[in-house]
């Protein structure tokens, strides 16, 4: 595993060193639309409804970049992707940016070359078991079996964790989420590790959610964001500061339904910055006076996004906690429009 790894890191670097392109913005524009890599399927993150429209608190970032840069919030082209794929699709250009629960590390940001644009979602590995096997920490898990997503954090986060605690444990390798829930269910493995958010997603699915307990251990550090290839600086930017906007915006109570008010202009001056009725920070990133307010239109500001998609309310019911604004005791913290 650790040689397959290795060579597919040198596989990215060789693309992005070879193709990395300074003109995501031009390509994007002459397109016509936005590619943007998402998750095969997380409940309430990325996944297509009933008639076939994605969805979810990733794919709000992906359709607020849009409407920043196209005016239209529409104007994307989502492409799943896996573990395995999601860093070839970034490195090789079939993507302009990746919004896919995708951590943000070390070896990624430097060895892989790669940009993480910023952090939407704070999270952490989790463990879910079925209630009936009477586990009560992930601690009790020696020998078990485990369903494990390949190429992703998470495989190098669970292998850490039993040896810290000395026991064992036996692998049950798979590629997706989906994959990862029909292994679980049908019981090819006592344990699904992955994200914990991603966790009570798939949970909340599940034909009988209390049937199924999420340990209270979180064994990792798992900041998720999107990012971009190395080297175009200006795209790295229009990316980050479409996120920073739709934070700001809860920040400064922004919101869907006071955004046509506000944009006539305020006594605030940064949110007349943010919006467009004051300063030239469109132009500094190459777009039109209006891009915020077009990425804030889409779906609303960052805790709108994170309520209408995975909050509280929602079958997935996840609390703010970390995902809070800095004001609220969170992490959640954009720098300042000015």
Not at 10 to 20: P, Q, S, W, Y
Not at 39 to 45: I, L
Not at 62 to 72: K, P, Q, S
Not at 234 to 255: F, H, K, P, Q
Request: hydrophobic share 40%.
């Amino acid at each position: 595993m650790k040689k397959s790894v290795f060579l597919g890191a040198l596989t990215v670097a060789g693309i992005i060193a070879g193709g990395a392109s300074a003109a995501t913005l031009d390509e994007v524009k002459a397109r016509g639309k936005l590619n943007c890599g998402v998750t095969t399927g997380v409940p309430g993150f990325a996944e297509p409804d009933a008639s076939g429209v994605w969805q979810g608190f990733d794919v709000a970032v992906c359709r607020a970049v849009a409407a920043a840069v196209l005016g239209d919030g529409n104007a994307v082209e989502f492409v799943p992707t896996t573990g395995k794929t999601r860093f070839t699709a970034l490195a090789s250009g079939e993507i302009d940016m990746l919004a896919r629960n995708t951590t943000w590390t070390f070896s990624r940001d430097v060895d892989l070359k790669f940009e993480f644009t910023g952090v939407n979602y704070y999270d952490g590995q989790g463990f879910m078991v079925p209630k009936e096997l009477g586990v009560a920490s992930a601690k009790d898990l020696d020998g078990a079996t485990v369903c494990i997503q390949t190429g992703t954090t998470t495989e190098l986060n669970l292998a850490d964790f039993f040896r810290a605690n000395g026991i064992s444990y036996e692998p049950v390798p798979i590629e997706t989420g989906a994959e990862a829930v029909q292994q679980y269910i049908a019981g090819a493995c006592d344990v699904y590790t992955t994200d914990a958010s991603a966790l009570a997603a798939q949970r909340a699915n599940f034909e009988d959610p209390s049937a199924h307990v999420l340990l209270p251990e979180i064994v990792s550090k798992e900041p998720l964001g999107p990012l971009v290839r190395h080297g175009d600086n200006e795209w790295a930017d229009i990316v980050r500061w479409t996120l920073n906007a739709l934070i700001t915006a809860e920040e400064l109570g922004v919101t869907s339904v006071n955004l046509e008010e506000l944009s006539a202009g305020t006594e605030n001056p940064e949110i007349n910055r943010l919006l467009g009725t004051e300063g030239d920070l469109g132009g500094m990133l190459g777009l039109d006076a209006g891009w915020a307010k077009a990425a804030i239109g889409v779906a609303g500001n960052y805790g709108e996004i994170f309520e209408q998609n995975i909050g509280a309310a929602t079958p997935i019911g996840l609390a703010r906690g970390l995902n809070a604004q800095w004001t609220d005791g969170g992490l959640i913290y954009s720098p300042p429009f000015r």
